[in-house]
T-cell receptor
Framework: GDSVTQMEGPVTLSEEAFLTINCTYTATGYPSLFWYVQYPGEGLQLLLK?????DKGSNKGFEATYRKETTSFHLEKGSVQVSDSAVYFC???????????FGPGTRLSVLP | DAGVTQSPTHLIKTRGQQVTLRCSPK?????VSWYQQALGQGPQFIFQYYEEEERQRGNFPDRFSGHQFPNYSSELNVNALLLGDSALYLC??????????????FGPGTRLTVL
């Protein structure tokens, strides 16, 4: 079945460091890909998405490119802030969006 | 524009009891999905409702059931609660475009604790 694999955390960075969180997927067909963020005690918020190969999603300085050849959707940010501390989930939507499959999440801690 | 809302925010039950969780979708959305998120894990898909019917179901037992009302709001019911049902239950809404739904918007969740 469809699945999403993420790099294991936690990831601890200093403020202004470069961030990469790896995400790879397995799916039949051509899924849409998403990154969601979850702040402590809250639900999930959509961070960015890409719906087809080579699309780049971006938001709040975060970027991810849909790479069909490597089945990847790695999340990057050039300079992280303390306020970026959260859990990040990579997800795919297959079967015309009738269900989402999430990765296990990667916890990011940014230190001042 | 109100986002996805869920009630209650927290709930404590004992084993064997039954629970009902509620969700109101984002304005303009017609599809509601439910997820279970155990501590430290990613959300697991329970089922999705569209046009008041269950359209797809994840790998959850029949103790988990749901309903969608004409105003698109939804309920999740869990019978015969087990300790392992303790989790954050997330509701997500989306709009069916005719070729399927896409981006899902999540509510804040209901934290269920089973003692």
């Amino acid at each position: 079945g469809d699945s999403v694999t993420q790099m294991e955390g936690p990831v601890t960075l200093s403020e202004e460091a470069f961030l990469t969180i790896n995400c790879t997927y397995t799916a039949t067909g051509y899924p849409s890909l998403f990154w969601y963020v979850q702040y402590p005690g809250e639900g999930l918020q959509l961070l960015l998405k890409a719906t087809k190969a080579d699309d780049k999603g971006s938001n709040k300085g975060f970027e991810a490119t849909y790479r069909k050849e490597t089945t990847s959707f790695h999340l990057e940010k050039g300079s992280v802030q303390v306020s970026d501390s959260a859990v990040y989930f990579c997800a795919l939507s297959a079967n015309y969006g009738q269900n989402f499959v999430f990765g296990p999440g990667t916890r990011l801690s940014v230190l001042p | 524009d109100a986002g996805v809302t869920q009630s209650p925010t927290h709930l404590i039950k004992t084993r064997g009891q039954q629970v009902t969780l509620r969700c109101s979708p984002k304005s303009g959305h017609d599809t509601v999905s439910w997820y279970q998120q155990a501590l430290g894990q990613g959300p697991q898909f329970i089922f999705q409702y569209y046009e008041e019917e269950e359209r797809q179901r994840g790998n959850f037992p029949d103790r988990f059931s749901g309903h969608q009302f004409p105003n698109y709001s939804s309920e999740l019911n869990v019978n015969a609660l087990l300790l392992g049902d303790s989790a954050l239950y997330l509701c997500a809404s989306s709009l069916d475009s005719g070729t399927g739904t896409d981006t899902q918007y999540f509510g804040p969740g209901t934290r269920l604790t089973v003692l």
